[in-house]
């Protein structure tokens, strides 16, 4: 385990065992206060927590929590269903399969370059509604089939889709492991996982209701990624932050943000950072 981590869980002694292995295998001798310094750390940084239920204490970890799961589902929901709806393209399934799985890896670097350039927040939301606007395209192009342009363009379509997709996938990890403070990000992470992937349990009868009109897939689809773009857009950017330590860190991160604020800068750092840097 990371010394952060033992110590915000109030484990001082493992983590001196760690900081002076960390030391040794740089080369370096660790400061004869250590031990003291440690201690101090843990006091100042420890609380008490308790799992899924800290996600909750307060009224703006709530939303926080409650905004960052809709966003996940957003990307889980319409990245699975992609995968189903195969069947629905026009053209070889298999080859639209293969595809689809060929543009996951550009979208990977696609969200973890735009992320760090542009923000989370705003990356995540701009490739969400820039799906909306692909699914949008789609709706019409499913009525013609018989023309030799529909077929290609709905392929090439999905296929940016599916890229987009995956980035605000990574996108979304990203801003869940930032914005939830050390001692309940396992508990943040794991919620808006099992969240987002039990509404996209129901997702394959979504694609199913294709074979009575081929458009309710990719409308659904839409309308799902116009709800994540809006929740994501009310998260509050982490990119050159200094990221909360508490959960009172937690909730208070980004509230003084305003809405249409591009990467802010946060000159005051969080409580028990603040601590952390004076010892």
Not at 17 to 40: C, F, H, M, W
Not at 139 to 165: D, F, Q, R
Not at 260 to 274: G, I, K, L, N, V
């Amino acid at each position: 385990e990371s010394p952060r981590w033992m110590i915000s869980k109030g484990k001082g002694a493992g983590a001196t065992k760690i900081l002076r292995e960390i030391a040794a295998y740089n080369g370096v001798t660790a400061p004869q206060d250590l031990d003291s310094r440690v201690e101090k750390l843990v006091s100042a940084t420890k609380e008490k927590t308790f799992g899924y239920a800290s996600l909750f204490s307060s009224r703006q970890l709530t939303i926080k929590t409650i905004v960052m799961t809709i966003g996940m589902t957003a990307s889980a929901f319409v990245y699975y269903q992609m995968v189903i709806n195969v069947s629905n393209m026009m053209g070889n399934t298999f080859l639209n399969l293969f595809l689809l799985g060929l543009v996951e890896g550009p979208g990977n670097v696609l969200g973890f370059v735009l992320s760090n350039k542009f923000g989370r927040r705003w990356t995540h939301c701009v490739l969400l509604v820039v799906n909306s606007i692909f699914f949008g395209i789609i709706t019409p192009l499913v009525y013609y089939p018989e023309t030799a342009w529909a077929g290609p363009m709905i392929s090439v379509l999905c296929m940016c889709i599916k890229m987009n997709i995956a980035a605000t996938f990574l996108i979304g990890y990203l801003q869940a492991m930032e914005l939830f403070p050390t001692p309940i990000r396992a508990s943040g992470l794991g919620f808006c996982s099992i969240i987002s992937q039990i509404i996209s349990i129901g997702g394959p009868y979504i694609i199913a209701l294709g074979i009575f009109d081929r458009k309710i897939p990719y409308l659904v689809m839409c309308c799902v990624c116009l709800v994540g773009s809006l929740a994501v857009s009310f998260l509050p950017e982490t990119v050159g932050a200094k990221l909360p330590e508490t959960l009172q860190d937690a909730a208070n991160f980004g509230a003084k943000d305003a809405y249409f604020s591009f990467r802010p800068t946060r000159y005051e750092a969080p409580a028990a950072q603040d601590k952390m840097d004076r010892i």
